[in-house]
Every structure is written in structure tokens, then in C-alpha cells.
């Protein structure tokens, strides 16, 4: 039996960002026209490698209820015209920001591109209806390197979770 382990991070003040300035060719852009659809794609094209899973078998509705809901916005992270990879930020109850969604695509990762798209995440997040959090969760099936990513942003781990997996689920 294997098992996976949830961090849960955050950052309670925007001075804790340790920020990294080099875009790397980078231009990250809000998605201002919210569209369900786009959404989706993000999710299955980044996820794709990470066996986000949990929204593959959504409906339409259920997407469209998830992405164009007034406490969520997404951001693009484009590099000579293509997606390169995307974040999207929740608001909620009034006090914190999740970063629900983070990710690069696979042509783009390991170029030194993460750091600065977690940058722009957080600093998006911070100026979101002046939150008192920010949070985050990553797990041992992510990216070797998320965990990492997310401290050297300053975010710090307030707990975490394992769970058994049998070989079966996995």
C-alpha cells in the first residue's frame, strides 16, 4: 500500500513573498471574459501530467457553476503566443485567497519559469480584496519540485496530511 501526503501552506502577510522578478519570457494575463470551457482545458492541460483527476467526469454546469462564480479568476501564463500555464485564485469568506489551480505545462517546466508565475500568482492574490491569508495545497503526486517552489515564495506549511492509497487506486 502507498500513500500520498497533502501540505498545506500559507502566507498571513504580503512581506513574506520572497519574489522572483525574472519572467523568463512569461506575459501573464488575466482572463477578464470568463469561459467555462477554457477552464477545463487548463485544468486537463496541466493536470494531465499530475493525474489531477477530480473534475475529469464534471458536467458542463458543474464547470460552468465552478469557473464563472464570482469569487474565482484565472490568469494565463502565455510564452510567445502559447499557453505556458495558468493559476486561478478563489476568494473566500472574506478573509483568505486560496490558490486553487497552479501549474505550467509540460514543454515549459524545469526553464526557470515556476518561481516567477507563483510570484505573480501571490502579489494577484494579496491585492484581491485585501486578504488576512493566502493559502495553498500541494501533495507528493504534484511536481517534485512544488513544494519546494511554494516555501522559496514564502509560504509556510501549517499542516499536513497522509492517506493511504492502495496500489489498486494509485
Not at 503566443?81 to 505550467?104: H, I, R
Not at 493559502?135 to 499542516?159: E, I, K, M
Request: glycine share 6%; proline share 4%.
Amino acid at each position: 500500500m502507498n500513500s500520498v501526503t497533502t501540505y498545506y501552506l500559507d502566507m498571513r502577510s504580503p512581506e513574506q513573498l520572497i519574489e522572483k522578478t525574472n519572467a523568463n519570457g512569461l506575459v501573464v494575463t488575466e482572463c477578464k471574459i470568463k469561459q467555462f470551457q477554457f477552464n477545463r482545458f487548463l485544468y486537463q492541460f496541466v493536470g494531465a501530467a499530475w493525474s489531477w483527476t477530480d473534475k475529469l467526469s464534471w458536467t458542463d454546469d458543474q464547470w460552468k457553476a465552478f469557473a464563472e462564480a464570482d469569487n474565482l479568476r484565472t490568469w494565463v501564463a502565455y510564452v510567445e503566443g502559447s499557453p505556458a500555464g495558468y493559476f486561478e485564485l478563489q476568494a473566500q469568506d472574506n478573509t483568505s485567497v486560496e490558490l486553487a489551480y497552479f501549474g505550467l505545462a509540460p514543454n515549459f517546466l524545469g526553464k526557470g519559469m515556476g518561481g516567477y508565475l507563483l510570484s505573480q500568482a501571490i502579489k494577484m492574490a494579496w491585492a484581491w480584496n485585501d486578504p488576512q491569508r493566502i493559502w495553498v495545497h500541494t501533495c507528493s503526486l504534484d511536481h517534485p519540485h512544488a513544494l519546494r517552489n511554494y516555501q522559496a515564495r514564502g509560504f509556510v506549511v501549517y499542516n499536513e496530511e497522509t492517506t493511504p492509497v492502495s496500489s489498486a487506486e494509485s
